[in-house]
């Protein structure tokens, strides 16, 4: 299967450094000298989609921007593009959801992915006026997926669970193509979920042994579901014409991280509920003296960043030989980003991918690569015919 690559949109902020916020950070820190506006955000979605890049996931949460109004408005700036919208199910009903997806597909005509995001952060969960805890919070995800997934079967539902009620609920028009669900989650209450109602299974970027190791426990449960899921990655990109260069970024960015920023987000870190989210922690524990936690893959955005704490960072040769790597493990989807993320779509787009479409890894979306033949240049006077030798 050809690989499937998605970047990612900082409706927060961007930076030339690294941008803290995500899981587990106070509300309202993440920011960035690049505001998220419209026209920057459009420059980045519009440089993914003339690359090659699928989709570009949008995060959700207090420290961004809201990802169904941001995608919406960047569904007008772009023509391909998917967008991968993150959602948390308690702060909205499943009969609207499954409604606005389903607006979402006509009026993109089709440009609707799904990234259900339980909530790993009861302090956040109850900004929004939602008081359950972890364990509750996917129980009800579970509820509100089965609800969801009835009605865009067209079925008329009726449903009285332990967390949501719906009566006589049928949808008037359904969702075309139907959005896949992505869904992410290392807990012993999140798998059985993610394995019921996930189409594409996602994992953070873990050295490839403990992300095999992951892999295998959700295929087995997923099998014992009779079902059969894709997988993916979330990971940041340094991508570089030469391994020095790319390590030379990776110390810059780290360079620029204070030592009270790191005390103050490991901090709050360690607090999160989230099972994924100590994972990644205990890749690095916090020290900036072990970051390169497995070839290539460099740990230093989790120092300050929750959620996606790590990077491929080498030459786009080194960067496509890991990709190939986690590739083997069965993961054909790729979630990237990057820091300035419109900078960094250019390095991986016009050095690694090539590497990767020599390989037959991947493909362009639009059917390959831009024309290569050199355009005519106006007004320029014809060639000479070469002359005729006498006779």
């Known amino acids: 299967m050809a690989l499937t690559f998605h ?35 459009g420059q980045i ?47 909205l009903s499943p009969y609207l959801a499954a409604q606005m997806a389903s607006t979402f597909q006509r009026l993109s005509r089709g440009r609707l992915l799904l990234n259900v995001v339980t909530g790993g952060e009861s302090a956040e969960q109850r900004a929004y006026g939602d008081f359950l805890d972890k364990d509750a919070r996917y129980a009800r995800t579970d509820e509100f997926l089965h609800v969801v997934r009835s009605l865009w079967r067209g ?14 609920a049928r949808l008037n028009r359904l969702p075309d193509p139907l959005p896949p669900i992505y869904f992410g989650g290392s807990s012993a209450a999140a ?33 014992e579901a009779g079902r059969e899921l894709r997988f993916g990655i979330r990971l940041h990109v340094i991508a570089r014409d030469t391994a020095d260069q790319a390590w030379a970024q990776a110390r810059r960015l780290l360079d620029g991280i204070a030592e009270s920023d790191v005390r103050a987000a490991q901090e709050g870190l360690r607090r999160s509920e989230s099972e994924g989210q100590r994972r990644m922690l205990d890749l690095h524990g916090g020290s900036r003296d072990r970051l390169e936690v497995s070839p290539n893959l460099w740990a230093g955005f989790g120092l300050v960043r929750g959620g996606a704490g790590t ?17 083997a493990l069965g993961i054909d989807e790729f979630i990237l980003s990057g820091h300035p993320h419109l ?40 060639p000479h015919p070469a002359p005729v030798p006498a006779q």
């Not at 030339?16 to 960035?32: E, K, L, N, Q, S």
């Not at 420290?63 to 569904?75: G, I, K, P, V």
């Not at 873990?206 to 449960?221: I, Y």
């Not at 990077?311 to 590739?327: N, Q, T």
């Open 7 to 41: 970047w990612f949109l900082p409706t927060y902020g961007d930076s030339r450094d690294v941008v803290g916020g995500g899981h587990g950070t106070p509300i309202g820190t993440a920011g960035g000298a690049r505001p998220a506006t419209v026209a920057y955000l």
């Open 45 to 91: 979605a519009r440089t993914a989609e003339q690359l090659g890049f699928v989709g570009a996931l949008t995060p959700t949460g207090a420290w961004c921007e809201d990802a169904w109004l941001s995608t919406a408005m960047l569904t007008q700036v772009t023509e391909r593009l998917k967008f991968l919208v993150a959602f948390r199910p308690g702060l």
């Open 155 to 168: 079925e008329t539902v009726d449903h009285d669970g332990a967390h949501l009620r719906v009566a006589a």
């Open 191 to 223: 798998l059985p979920v993610a394995v019921r109602h996930s189409d594409v299974y996602l994992t953070w970027g873990e050295p490839p042994a403990q992300v095999a190791e992951k892999l295998s426990r959700v295929r087995a449960l997923a099998a």
């Open 311 to 327: 990077a491929l960072v080498g030459s786009h040769a080194e960067i496509a030989d890991r990709i190939a790597e986690y590739h």
């Open 343 to 382: 900078e960094e779509a250019y390095w991986f787009g016009e050095g690694v991918l090539p590497v990767l479409r020599d390989r037959g890894l991947w493909r362009h979306p639009d059917g390959g690569s831009p024309d290569p033949t050199p355009a005519a240049v106006p007004f320029a006077p014809a």
